[in-house]
């Protein structure tokens, strides 16, 4: 089994939908965020959170939201859905501050 | 902020020859971290390499090494004995320790096919 599972693994939806992409792991890890990736842009940090009650806004934060409902799970909802926020989401973990981050499959996102 | 540039969009190579892929990086820090994940068709990403700052000893990984050349801001990616598996995309990234928490820096990415 993964230790960082993301779902759906594809979602297709209508602008102006709420979207939540849901994140759990294994690993035990305090240190979760949310990426998105675009052709040419690399990941792009949009959230994170060093425990349940430490929620911090990234690089591209807005239109997104993010829920940190236990250590183990992360959400990130997209609360109106626009065609320009489609693209590829990782969810990714760590454990100390000087250990790599592991990444989930990913989930990819269109927005019509 | 950090800024990471990776300048080649697509590069080829021959199965079992070597290549170089170049990334450059911005930063006013001296402790961070420089990663090289790989991304294959399944799109999971994968670490491939990492390398700290304060280690002078460039990283190795059986046929992956890098070249980090920290006065110029330059680390790049050397692959060895290519093979197919190694078709890819390639990121560059960057972590500053000090003051972010580990959370990475992209570079945009370069995509290497390894013909047969």
């Known amino acids: 089994d993964a230790d960082v599972t993301q779902t759906p693994r594809n979602r297709i939806t209508k602008t102006g939908k709420r979207i939540m992409l849901e994140c759990s792991q294994t690993?035990?890890?305090?240190?979760m965020y949310w990426y998105r990736q675009d052709p040419g842009l690399g990941l792009r940090l949009i959230y994170y959170s060093f425990d349940v009650k430490d929620i911090n806004k990234g690089e591209i934060s807005d239109g997104y939201s993010v829920s940190r409902q236990a250590q183990a799970k992360f959400s990130l909802s997209l609360e109106s859905a626009i065609p320009n926020q489609t693209a590829l989401y990782f969810c990714?973990?760590?454990?100390?501050?000087?250990?790599?981050?592991?990444f989930g499959d990913g989930t990819r996102l269109s927005i019509l | 902020a950090q800024t990471v540039t990776q300048s080649q969009p697509e590069m080829s190579v021959q199965e079992a020859e070597t290549v170089t892929l170049s990334c450059t990086y911005d930063?006013?820090?001296?402790?961070?971290?420089l990663f090289w994940y790989k991304q294959p068709p399944s799109r999971q990403m994968i670490l491939v390499i990492r390398q700290e700052a304060y280690k002078q000893q460039n990283a190795t990984e059986n046929r992956f090494s890098v070249n980090f050349q920290k006065a110029a801001k330059s680390f790049s990616l050397k692959i060895s004995d290519s093979q197919l598996g190694d078709t890819a995309m390639y990121f560059c990234a960057f972590a500053d320790y000090n003051n972010a928490g580990n959370m990475l820096t992209f570079g945009g990415g370069t995509r290497l096919m390894v013909k047969p």
């Open positions: 990714a973990t760590s454990g100390t501050w000087d250990q790599p981050q592991h």
């Open positions: 930063t006013s820090e001296s402790n961070y971290y």
């Open positions: 690993k035990g890890h305090d240190r």
